[in-house]
């Protein structure tokens, strides 16, 4: 019988390789003057701007372009929303990677208020709600990804003393349409493909196994990871393969509209300090610590929760990961730790001292990493379970 559940909001969603050339009509469908946001990896210098410029100009709009370089922060949002007020925008349209989507996404939100972000995000400052309205938000990804095209949240990151990553998040920022084109991904450099997938892979496993899971999502989830087991390695291997851009820019997709439902997990609940206290991207810090996680989670549940439901779940996981359907429930588990281990060797996942970190920073990522995601995550993990997972991905070298 299927449980009772409810489903927020979703974009209107264009999904396939080429769709890119549908933009420009959708922003015109809302008024003439874009603003366009863009990140750091140039959309502008590359293979698709021409084609998209002209696409612009054809439907006679006037667009403003605005870049950002990084991961947003609250003041660079605060300073494009007080540079773009009263220029008339109709619509704020965002190509990129995560970043460049989540600037997009809260500047649209915050453009006709016209107040600062710090009154809403979340665990910072007033947290005063959010009553719009909203400009129109059209988002096209460009990487595979954080899955921000189909969310109502746009994360903010600050860094030096006090750094946080943290969400500004309300139902009406989710974007009017998403523009899912997988020929983005030809121009995405392999590290970036495999952070990103991890991502992607992560969002769909801790979805799957949320505390607020239900079965809509669970559909989704389990599709998004089928199309992530069979892309993702191809993709890092070969960005030239058609098939492989397609199933992991779905893969991505789906996470978005799962997480957005669902909530996440541990693996999150760490990426949140680890991402605001250190230069690792988002993606990496996903990618590098779910196996762990995972084991973690599997260890946790079976020592003290041997009933929960969630062991079953990671069972399914495991068997869909690895295609073998005969394992039973505790092989099936073994298997995709494994499974989940052999992926962060081959797409080349750096540890965490790559990025600077040290055992003896574990205690204030710890101390950290009790935000929103970790509230979902299938058990409540002790502190020293937390730090378990950092100390497995610490580095390579201490391990072997
Ligand atoms: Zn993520």
Known sequence: MARDFAIARLPRIEFGAGVRHRLPALAAGFGRRVLLVTGSRSLLQGPFWPELEAGFAAQGLDVIGHRISGEPSPEGIDAAVQRYRG???????AIGGGSALDAGKAIAGLLLPG???LDHLEGVGPERPYRGPALPFIAAPTTAGTGSEATKNAVLSTHGSGAYKKSFRDERLVPEHAVVDPDFLATCAPGVIAGNGMDALTQLLESYLSLRANPFCDALALDGMAHARDSLL????DPGNATARAGMAYASLLSGITLAQTGLGSVHGLAAPLGAFFPIPHGVACGTLVAAATAVNIRALSERDPGHPALARYAVVGRLLTGRDSLDDGDARAALVERLEAWTGL??????????????DHPRIVANSRGSSMKTNPIVLQDAEVAAILEARQAAADAG
């Open 87 to 93: 220029r008339n925008v109709s619509v704020v349209v």
């Open 234 to 237: 191809a993709l890092y291997r």
């Open 347 to 360: 797409l080349d996942l750096p540890t965490l001292d790559r990025f600077g970190i040290t055992a003896g």
């Open 115 to 117: 107040n600062t972000v």
